[in-house]
């Protein structure tokens, strides 16, 4: 599965930002879709993951309240919806599809290109 992302961009703290990830197909089942970020010299860190069909979300404890993931399915497309941003925030955004094992451990073959979110304080 082939990945495209868009959105991202530069904000000031408290903004909102919307961030989508289309996938290239449909692989017939429940699959992950889970974003990502990682900052300069940070370790990337899990975000949120969304199931395709359960409609199961579940969001990093850094985000929760202010992250929300959704999907439109005749897209193929996920988004991130990112409210009050913060300037910790900052970081490339990656998406990414068919998670194996524990969604946190961010383990695919299928990624997509990254997108920078620059929030100022």
């Known amino acids: 599965v082939q990945l495209v992302q868009s959105g991202g961009g530069s904000v000031q703290a408290g903004e909102s930002l919307t961030l989508s990830c289309t996938a290239s197909?449909?692989?017939?089942?429940?699959?992950?879709m889970g974003w990502f970020r990682q900052a300069p010299g940070q370790k990337r860190e899990a975000v949120a993951v969304l199931y395709t069909d359960r409609e199961i979300k579940y969001y990093a404890d850094s985000v929760k309240g202010r992250f929300a993931a959704s999907q439109d399915k005749a897209k193929l497309t996920v988004y991130l919806q990112m409210n009050d941003l913060k300037p910790e925030d900052t970081a490339i955004y990656y998406c990414?599809?068919?998670?194996?094992?524990?969604?946190?451990?961010?383990?695919?073959?299928?990624w997509g290109q990254g997108t920078q979110v620059t929030v100022s304080a």
């Open positions: 990414a599809a068919d998670l194996r094992g524990y969604w946190k451990d961010g383990t695919s073959s299928n």
């Open positions: 197909k449909y692989v017939g089942r429940d699959m992950s």
